[in-house]
């Protein structure tokens, strides 16, 4: 289990630290700090979970997972 969890928001997939309210998604709607340092409103929608990852989410996720140094 990462201490991180996937968000759509702004157009892009972005991951984030924030505590999840309930089940396994934030709520669309939800304020929360991302991995790059953005303040976004997260998006629940089924459409938006299909937009690109951030690059720079990805990154830092990547480098909290371990996977690279
Ligand atoms: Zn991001």
Known sequence: MYPFHWVPAAGQRHASL???AVGCA???GTELETLCQQVVSADN???AWLWGTCVECNREARRLAGVEP
């Open 26 to 28: 934030y709520p669309s």
């Open 18 to 20: 924030a505590e999840k």
């Open 45 to 47: 929608s089924e459409l």
